[in-house]
């Protein structure tokens, strides 16, 4: 799954946002969101995602200048795309000259969204498949006992903002191959585990009524109340709301 993080100052943009990809038929995931420019790089230098949707005009830092410094951070390989209500030209030249992958215009239509998650998706699987192959010849062989740490910590862990990257980066293993290690371990991936040590939590907290709803989410690593819910509906055939009426009627 390629991830995706939206930085809009305008609340009801980045739900709209949110919407027009989840309705696409691309493999993006909302793994964050923020209201400014300073935030949003804090959160992009932590969890590291494929792609960055942001306004141009936000306070803290301009979308031209979150653009800047990613593209200045060696360490960083995000994707940016623009998007901005001002049509004047001058912003596409500025952005494209800095680095951006491309340019959307609000409203932001679900035709062109398509577009650029399409060509992105294209290149990055690309991307991912060659550093794939580059790295598996690199990887050293893996003890049993650091293994057996790297799943503890999952274990542990799986209520923070982890990712397979952070581990891969913490015990010098690429994120291919730990992949591979993992889901050969336990029989699913990466996500699927962390997914279902979260959902797990949040049943057994949903019958606790004196917990919101959000309060939940949050408690099981979800920071966005509506992903957690889609998430949550997903796996289980029924939203969080749903599923504690069933408890009480049990």
């Not at 009801?12 to 493999?27: A, D, Q, R, Y």
């Not at 596409?92 to 340019?103: E, M, T």
Request: charge should be neutral.
């Amino acid at each position: 799954m390629l991830t995706i993080y939206i930085a809009d100052d305008e609340v009801w943009i980045t739900i709209g946002l949110k919407k027009l990809i989840e309705k696409s038929s691309f493999s993006f995931q909302v793994i964050g969101e923020a209201a400014n420019g300073v935030t949003a790089l804090e959160d992009i230098r932590r969890l590291r995602p494929d792609v960055l949707l942001t306004d141009i005009r936000m306070p803290g830092l301009t979308g031209l200048e979150l653009l800047e410094a990613i593209t200045g951070d060696k360490s960083l390989s995000t994707q940016v795309v623009l998007i901005s209500g001002y049509s004047d030209f001058d912003y596409v030249q500025a952005a494209i000259r800095l680095g951006a992958r491309d340019y959307l215009l609000k409203p932001v239509k679900q035709e062109e969204l398509n577009r650029i998650l399409c060509k992105l998706q294209k290149e990055l699987t690309l991307s991912f498949g060659k550093e794939s192959s580059e790295n598996s010849a690199k990887d050293p062989a893996v003890s049993p006992g650091i293994l057996s740490g790297i799943l503890s910590e999952m274990k542990t862990r799986y209520t923070e903002n982890i990712s397979l990257n952070e581990l891969s980066e913490k015990y010098g293993l690429s994120s291919s191959h730990l992949s591979i290690l993992i889901k050969k371990e336990l029989g699913i991936s990466f996500t699927e585990y962390i997914t279902s040590k979260r959902l797990q939590k949040a049943k057994e907290l949903l019958s606790d009524e004196s917990l919101s709803i959000e309060e939940v989410a949050n408690a099981t690593g979800y920071h966005d109340y509506f992903y957690f819910t889609k998430v949550f509906k997903k796996t289980m055939g029924i939203s969080p709301s749903k599923y504690r009426k069933e408890l009480e009627r049990a």
